[in-house]
């Protein structure tokens, strides 16, 4: 079965732009990528779209379908309200380039700015040991597939281009909790404090678990129960802790 939507969809760039309505058909088990598509090869073939794979596995094709960030590759659009127009903007909080395009730049900065994992000394890899707890919570964070949605949904960025600079955003602060989670990381060794740089780096102090980044993220990480309540803790118990401070204060008279 097929029938007809109305897609309005972003026209523009960096200096501007408008919603463009388009109407087009729909064919049963179709997602909203499909549809963008065949606007694309019928009607607006220079509309600009970032995609790849198709199989929510890429992470290019985010965008915002009626206004909540998703993958247009995994809405189906039998999900969404019938008989509706389909609106469909870029990510908000990222620069536009071209239509629903953006440049998702601000996030490759962020990750240059994240020490890789530290191994440990005198253990080759594949002598490596963890419990499977430590294993699984790794892999969890390791699902991420980059789409950046989480990033688009924090409120602390989003229309606040001033926080960017002291805000990795919630996808970089998961990756510090997964390295500071890490049994065999061994940042500590070579005096970096994970939990420091999180906080005075790294604009932890800027999230207040609203779990909106959770509620858009398409592999259900919980990244803000398992992540950065977990690494907000650990900040905190770093800081209350009496031979932290104990040394911090010998620091203090030493300086
Ligand atoms: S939980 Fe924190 S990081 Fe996630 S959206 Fe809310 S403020 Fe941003
Ligand atoms: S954590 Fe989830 S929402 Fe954020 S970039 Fe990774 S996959 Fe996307
Ligand atoms: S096209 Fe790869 S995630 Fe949508």
Redesign the pocket.
């Known amino acids: 079965m097929s029938y007809e939507a109305t897609f309005r969809v972003w026209r523009g760039d960096a200096d501007g732009g408008e919603l463009t309505d388009f109407q087009v058909e729909v064919n049963d088990g179709e997602v909203v990528l499909d549809v963008v598509h065949r606007i694309q090869a019928t009607q607006a073939p220079d509309l600009a779209v970032r995609w790849n794979c198709k199989a929510g596995k890429c992470g290019s094709c985010s965008a915002e379908i009626n206004g909540r960030p998703r993958l247009m590759c995994m809405t189906r659009m039998s999900t969404l309200p019938a008989g509706e127009t389909v609106t469909i903007t870029p990510m908000r909080t990222f620069p536009v380039l071209r239509d629903l395009v953006t440049n998702v730049g601000f996030n490759y900065q962020k990750a240059r700015e994240i020490p890789a994992f530290i191994p440990p000394q005198g253990v080759k890899p594949g002598e490596y040991r963890m419990q499977q707890e430590d294993v699984n919570r790794s892999q969890e964070f390791r699902k991420c597939i980059e789409c950046f949605l ?1 990033q688009d ?5 989003r229309d606040h281009e001033e926080n960017k600079p002291a805000f990795a ?2 996808r970089f ?1 998961m990756r510090i909790a997964e390295l500071d989670m890490h049994p065999l990381d061994a940042a500590a060794d070579s005096g970096l404090d994970r939990k420091k740089t999180a906080q005075e780096e790294h604009g932890l102090g ?9 509620e858009v993220c398409p592999e259900g990480i919980k ?2 129960d398992n992540a ?1 309540i977990p690494l907000k803790e650990r900040a905190v118990d770093r800081k209350y802790d009496p031979l932290v401070w104990l040394g911090n204060k010998i620091g203090l008279r030493r300086g």
């Open positions: 989480c949904t924090c409120h602390v960025v955003g919630p602060l800027y999230c207040n678990i609203t779990k909106c980044c959770t990244i803000t950065l």
